[in-house]
């Protein structure tokens, strides 16, 4: 039996502990308290930009707090996350990473890796399209074919950059006699308008990323990268059809944090991401964005960037 001694001096030893665990609950549920910095990996006016800065807008009205963006350009998209990198593993700063920026490392670019971050979700997937101006002589996507087989390198593709998707596709087009010549811009709103000015004949792209465009009718699609057509451009053939085997390299952005941000406030952000990706203010965007797309698991986000890196790394292997 417990003297009064010994019950004071149990309830000195547990009182504590009950107090700390109780502040250390309270503090796990308190998360977010401060603005969530969103470091977009491009800048202004691309796609990346403009996915960042909705989603920041929906997750404040979910999480209550301010998300910030802060756009670091540069670099294919490293820049950004080195930044990310530098900052403290606590979920108070979230990236966007793209397919482009995986790509990148692919192509030896960078010092970051897969293993470097944890994809919280993947928010937007799409095809790439060749895209032309209005006034371009190349109605269907075997013109093109055999104009650029008739004249090798002559005709100009606006890209955004060397080891790329863009790049992939455009060498592996060379490979079976249709080479064309990369014109790579870093700066996105350059890269869209490069064709409309004559400085390119084309551009290779995702509908998203022009989508003002071809809206207004400056620009029409040649040619989906698929295996299938894409739902808002029913007319316009796939690769597959022309029996090629370029349809495994998707444009994808996620929203990542830096690994060892601990597994709670990643559930919460993870939580809140995809409670907006369902909202009707969502579903508006992306379908002005082509660029709907289902919800991920944890696993399956993961392994969607793992192996889009391997295709492109064995990819860019095959053509070296």
Same mark, same amino acid.
């Given at each position: $039996?417990?003297?009064?001694?010994?019950?004071?001096?149990?309830? %000195?030893?547990?009182?504590?502990?009950?107090?700390? %665990?109780?502040?250390?609950?309270? $503090?796990?549920?308190?998360?977010?308290?401060?603005?969530?910095?969103?470091?977009?990996?491009?800048?202004?006016?691309?796609?990346?930009?403009? $996915?960042?800065?909705?989603?920041?807008?929906?997750?404040?009205?979910?999480?209550?707090?301010?998300?910030?963006?802060?756009?670091?350009?540069?670099?294919?998209?490293?820049?950004?996350?080195?930044?990310?990198?530098?900052?403290?593993?606590?979920?108070?700063?979230?990236? !966007?990473?793209?397919?482009?920026?995986?790509?990148?490392?692919?192509?030896?670019?960078?010092?970051?890796?897969?293993?470097?971050?944890?994809?919280?979700?993947?928010?937007?997937?799409?095809?790439?399209?060749?895209?032309?101006?209005?006034?371009?002589?190349?109605?269907?996507?075997?013109?093109?074919?055999?104009?650029?087989?008739?004249?090798?390198?002559?005709?100009?593709?606006?890209?955004?950059?060397?080891? !790329?998707?863009?790049?992939? !596709?455009?060498?592996?087009?060379?490979?079976l006699g249709y080479e064309t010549t990369n014109v790579?811009?870093?700066?996105?709103?350059?890269?869209?308008?490069?064709?409309?000015?004559?400085?390119?004949?084309?551009?290779?792209?995702?509908?998203?990323?022009?989508?003002?465009?071809?809206?207004?009718?400056?620009?029409?699609?040649?040619?989906?990268?698929?295996?299938?057509?894409?739902?808002?451009?029913?007319?316009?053939?796939?690769?597959?059809?022309?029996? $090629?085997?370029?349809?495994?390299?998707?444009?994808?952005?996620?929203?990542?944090?830096?690994?060892?941000?601990?597994?709670?406030?990643?559930?919460?952000?993870?939580?809140?991401?995809?409670?907006?990706?369902?909202?009707?203010?969502?579903?508006?965007?992306?379908?002005?964005?082509?660029?709907? !797309?289902?919800?991920?698991?944890?696993?399956?986000?993961?392994?969607?960037?793992?192996?889009?890196?391997?295709?492109?790394?064995?990819?860019?292997?095959?053509?070296?």
């Amino acid at each position: $039996m417990f003297t009064k001694f010994a019950k004071h001096a149990l309830f %000195g030893l547990v009182a504590p502990a009950l107090i700390l %665990g109780g502040a250390q609950s309270a $503090m796990a549920q308190a998360y977010p308290e401060r603005p969530i910095e969103v470091i977009v990996t491009f800048g202004p006016g691309g796609g990346a930009d403009s $996915m960042g800065r909705q989603m920041g807008r929906l997750l404040e009205q979910r999480l209550n707090v301010a998300f910030p963006v802060v756009n670091v350009a540069g670099a294919s998209g490293n820049a950004g996350l080195t930044q990310l990198l530098g900052n403290a593993a606590d979920g108070y700063s979230i990236a !966007t990473m793209i397919a482009l920026t995986v790509s990148s490392w692919a192509a030896g670019l960078g010092s970051s890796t897969v293993d470097d971050f944890e994809v919280v979700a993947v928010t937007q997937d799409s095809p790439s399209m060749l895209f032309v101006p209005r006034n371009s002589p190349f109605k269907t996507f075997k013109d093109f074919l055999d104009h650029a087989k008739a004249n090798p390198g002559q005709l100009k593709v606006a890209t955004s950059g060397y080891g !790329t998707q863009d790049d992939i !596709t455009l060498k592996y087009l060379a490979s079976l006699g249709y080479e064309t010549t990369n014109v790579p811009f870093s700066r996105p709103a350059e890269r869209y308008s490069a064709p409309l000015g004559g400085h390119t004949d084309m551009i290779y792209e995702e509908p998203g990323d022009v989508a003002q465009l071809l809206q207004a009718g400056q620009l029409r699609p040649l040619v989906v990268f698929d295996d299938k057509r894409h739902e808002s451009f029913p007319d316009v053939e796939t690769s597959r059809e022309h029996d $090629m085997d370029i349809s495994d390299l998707p444009n994808f952005r996620t929203i990542v944090v830096r690994k060892g941000t601990p597994a709670d406030r990643v559930e919460v952000l993870r939580n809140a991401i995809n409670d907006a990706l369902e909202s009707d203010e969502w579903k508006q965007f992306c379908a002005q964005t082509y660029t709907c !797309t289902r919800i991920y698991s944890p696993e399956e986000a993961e392994a969607h960037v793992r192996n889009f890196y391997e295709t492109v790394k064995a990819r860019l292997d095959a053509t070296n």
